[in-house]
């Protein structure tokens, strides 16, 4: 059967009679729910003027039926007309004042208006006699978002609740609001209550097990998330997120598993393919994470994430001219990110294009001057070039942009000792040895090389002696 019949089939035969009383130019009469019949079929198929003109003709033949008046307020409020709605609403409520559909349309133009208060105002006029309350509620609680007064929008969508545990567009609110005013505790608080009335509510424990995920507690957070797991199976985001809880946890093989399990209804999330990507990575599997952070980027080539990762993969497994390519592309989706910007300036140090190199570190610290590991790392290079005074300039403009920075001032010591500046080299290691003391065992965990020069540690050992 073609499309044509099929459509033919299911056109109302009011929308036949209505088109064969125009066609003829005579007066239609239908009674208000054939009308409504061909009202919808048109606003279906997209047709608002002719909806809009069968609406207009219904309401001359039946000018008291709120039905179609209320069905032609809804046009004039899709057609951008909200001034004639409300005045279409208000001769309707003069009719039937406590007609909800009224309240509710009026509410949703007023928020449509972006007046709130008015929104909220209408809204709690159709709660005392809705069925379902709990949705109203969840408007309101919108609306005071929208005003940006959270303590509202909270408590209603606590009312929500407590009518409706089982209301996931409040659950939902309520999760983002939290996450919004970074209220972590108050999360977790809120979602226990939740649990409390609910206990089998999968949505609730998968939000409390998000907000352990923002406490860093992680270990509670997949407790949380098996429990959901236990009630629905197959609740895509909690496997995703166990997967991410185990992988913050370093279990990167568990992870992959439930990374896995989420994509069970879902194979075309880029995403889900990064972090099975990454997981191998970290687990040293360099061709399989190759493979998942390809099949991201067939999925979305504009993931600059994945063209990092296939980059890293590539150096581990000493590909490097290709990692170059790779980080390139990456560059190009994302010019400003720091991490790309730097991984770059050091594949090129390893291909010796020490020009290059230098010109990726000095972009990275243009886009961001407070990032403490670009400095150190450009500098770090620097040292094992043995232009130790360039490092010393690079140094002291990092302290400039990062002042007070000990971890730049123990780095900037060894350079300066490396290079033969001993005084100055010991008025830094003294500077930054008595503000962090502990701050030493990172510089010789990642510049051993100050640790091989004499000088350096016999002024340490007076300094800490």
Aim: aromatic residues 12%; contains cysteine.
């Amino acid at each position: 059967m073609n499309t044509e019949m099929e459509d033919n089939l299911k056109r109302p035969w009011q929308v036949d009679r209505y088109e064969e009383l125009v066609r003829h130019n005579r007066s239609v009469y239908f009674d208000v729910d054939d009308f409504e019949e061909v009202i919808d079929h048109y606003l279906v198929s997209g047709s608002y003027d002719r909806s809009m003109e069968v609406a207009n003709c219904a309401c001359r033949v039946h000018p008291t039926s709120i039905p179609l008046m209320l069905k032609k307020a809804q046009l004039l409020v899709s057609v951008n007309r909200e001034d004639n709605a409300l005045e279409l609403l208000s001769r309707v409520e003069t009719l039937d004042p406590s007609n909800n559909d009224v309240f509710l349309t009026k509410g949703a133009i007023y928020s449509q208006l972006r007046d709130y208060e008015k929104a909220i105002e209408e809204y709690n006029k159709a709660v005392s006699g809705a069925d379902d309350p709990d949705y109203i509620y969840c408007n309101i609680a919108i609306e005071y978002e929208n005003l940006g007064n959270f303590d509202k929008t909270l408590e209603y969508l606590d009312k929500a609740l407590k009518y409706n545990p089982d209301n996931d567009l409040a659950i939902y609110e309520a999760a983002y609001c939290f996450d919004l005013l970074s209220l972590t505790d108050e999360g977790i608080s809120f979602f226990r209550k939740l649990i409390d009335r609910n206990p089998y509510s999968s949505e609730a424990w998968f939000n409390l097990g998000v907000s352990f995920i923002n406490a860093g507690h992680y270990e509670k957070s997949i407790e949380a998330l098996e429990y959901a797991l236990a009630i629905d199976n197959e609740h895509e985001h909690s496997w995703f997120h166990k997967g991410y809880a185990l992988s913050l946890l370093n279990r990167y093989a568990e992870a992959i598993g439930a990374y896995l399990e989420s994509m069970q209804e879902d194979e075309g999330d880029p995403m889900k393919h990064y972090y099975i990507g990454e997981c191998h990575e970290k687990l040293e599997d360099y061709e399989s994470a190759r493979s998942y952070y390809l099949q991201s980027i067939r999925i979305d080539p504009e993931m600059a994430d994945a063209w990092a990762g296939l980059a890293v993969c590539n150096i581990e497994m000493s590909l490097t001219e290709e990692a170059v390519r790779y980080l390139e592309k990456a560059i190009a989706l994302d010019p400003g990110n720091v991490s790309y910007l730097s991984l770059l300036a050091n594949t090129f140090f390893t291909l010796e294009k020490f020009e290059e190199s230098r010109s990726a570190f000095e972009k990275a610290i243009k886009s961001d001057p407070e990032d403490e590991e670009t400095w150190l790392e450009y500098a770090e290079v620097l040292s094992k070039m043995e232009e130790h005074d360039q490092a010393r300039s690079l140094l002291l403009r990092g302290m400039e942009a990062l002042p007070g920075n000990n971890n730049l001032m123990y780095f900037m010591s060894a350079v300066l000792f490396r290079g033969g500046r001993k005084n100055e080299g010991r008025f830094f290691l003294e500077e930054a040895y008595s503000r962090d003391p502990e701050g030493l065992d990172k510089l010789l965990k990642r510049f051993p090389q100050a640790g091989d020069n004499s000088s350096f540690m016999n002024a340490l050992d007076t300094i800490a002696g």
